[in-house]
Nanobody, 121 residues
Framework: QVQLVESGGGLVQAGGSLRLSCAASGNIFSVNAMGWYRQAPGKQREHVATITGSGTTNYADSVKGRFTISRDNAKNTVYLEMNRLKPEDTAVYYC???????????????WGQGTQVTVSS
């Protein structure tokens, strides 16, 4: 009864920007870390950025300085601001979240359905 819904993908020219959003909903007590991964055809899924519940961020070297991850805890939503996009950024972007469903229960991990980002030359 938990789902992550991504939005904001699309087609942009190199050098442009996009803002991805991912909202978690359902049986959630608390969302802990949230992050973004991406996968291009024929390649493994790779980490893009993460943000912990306390706000600590981590970025892949390939996007550091260009992408910014943030979150709105009241909305259980994570964002990825992507600037100065490159064709190499073309991929399906997946949201991921670590969350609890009760005060004392274990952490669960969920993935969104993915949103396509295409960057043209």
């Amino acid at each position: 009864q938990v789902q992550l819904v991504e939005s904001g993908g699309g087609l942009v020219q190199a050098g442009g920007s996009l803002r991805l959003s991912c909202a978690a909903s359902g049986n959630i007590f608390s969302v802990n870390a949230m992050g973004w991964y991406r996968q291009a055809p024929g390649k493994q899924r790779e980490h893009v950025a993460t943000i912990t519940g306390s706000g600590t961020t981590n970025y892949a070297d390939s996007v550091k300085g260009r992408f910014t991850i943030s979150r709105d805890n009241a909305k259980n939503t994570v964002y990825l601001e992507m600037n100065r996009l490159k064709p190499e950024d073309t991929a399906v972007y997946y949201c991921d979240a670590s969350l609890t469903k009760s005060a004392t229960g274990p952490r669960f991990h969920y993935w969104g359905q993915g949103t396509q980002v295409t960057v043209s030359s």
